[in-house]
């Protein structure tokens, strides 16, 4: 289980021999300390918990207590292979096992030689959209699955969307039950290639095609070679061990205070975990939404004075002055602050079957913080053709643009930036359910955009070009305001030649 070479080594072994080695063995010999984190996604029956299971088995992550379980829980349910149903691993609400489909979200921990990891099976039915959210929140990278007789489907769409919005860059496109096609790779490469257009329609250039059985093992965790000759890609798990963790650095230093400690008279520390870039002692830093501005003197942990904390660690922070902080304020980097305001703009997910109403007024958490907001609905995606429809509500499932109003400051960092300081939950305070989660895009200018409906520009560009320029961030961040046409070099032509002026 290790990672394709992409170039080769040469030593000699003790007896003076010749031996040739991948070089990646070399350059990642150490055992690589960050978990990743990682979804299956797709449509119902795709093999999503089948696939997890194998995973399990096949890196000896199943106990034998387990496995004996596992087999007596099969109830004579084993394939042709004449092994237990590996679903059964995941699955494991009573109602899941009852119905053959996943409802929850299973979290499950497996490891390899070079790395650990922890994996999400995520609901394929479209009712259970919002687990499959939760699921992709946490997430640095997506397995979307696709049946190879089906090839994608609406439901393969929404999970591919809603992994982009979460803000997952990595995608490993599972073909899967390709021995039910007679591993058929002009099957795989034609599904392949669909998902790749789809995959440059949300922006994500980073996509692993793999042809798998999961029921068999085949390029799983052991590569299919000697039933598709014509694969000669990585396995699945060597995909995994090579892949990339999200990182918490791409901001400046933010700490969301949780709790101020005050055990006596001497001594006033802020506590949290920190959210971003890292800090030491003489760093200056803002609180905010007040905007005071003082210098760290001692960063402390549990047991001990530590000269610098970054991402991830549990701290409490000491100030060289008396400031009035308190539970949901930010403390940040003076040179790299997050974005404050009134108005926001966010993409959401509605959770709850009353969906999100417009004028509403709900409670927004972010972190420790918790306050009052106003959310109008502006447009709905429409997973059919991939285009934002304009919304005046958001009914379940539905993944929605719209506009956040504040009564309060608001402090948030975009979310392609930073997860943690720029994601959030809506609550309805009637019911205290909470009825959608949301990602923060931009901070919403007060003349609401400086483009109208009379100021277009038609451009006619070769494919390959405009394909491109549809992947960037920027063309994706204003999807809905683009309408694209794929003609003949001819036929635009004719269209630009009819414009007057």
Known sequence: MTAPATANAVQEDAAGHVVTFPATETARAARDSRPLRLITCGSVDDGKSTLIGRLLWDTKAVKEDQAATLRRDSNGKQNDLGLPDFALLLDGLQAEREQGITIDVAYRYFSTDRRSFIVADTPGHEQYTRNMATGASTADLAILLVDAR??????????????????????????????LTDYDRA???????EFRELALSLGVRQVTAIPLSALKGENVVYDGRASMPWYDGPTLVEVLELATTRSSQTVGFRLPVQRVSRPGESFRGYQGTVAGGSVKPGDSVVILPSGMVANVTKIVTFDLVRNAAVAGDAITLVLDRQVDVSRGDMIVAIDSQPLTGL??????????????QPGKRYWLKSGSRRQRVQVQPASQLDLKTGKWEQAEQLPMNAIGKVHLAFDEQAVFDPYEQNRTTGAFILIDPDTNNTVAGGMITAKRSALGGIHTEDARVILSLPADLADQLMATELFVSRREDAEVRRVSAGRASEIIDTIDG
């Open 187 to 193: 099957r795989f490469d034609q599904i392949s290639h």
């Open 150 to 179: 089906v090839g994608l489907l609406e439901q393969t769409r929404r999970h591919a969307t809603i992994a982009t919005l979460m803000g997952i860059k990595q995608f490993v496109l599972a073909v899967n039950k390709i021995d």
């Open 343 to 356: 108005s926001f703009d966010a993409h959401i997910v509605a959770l709850q079957p009353d969906g999100v």
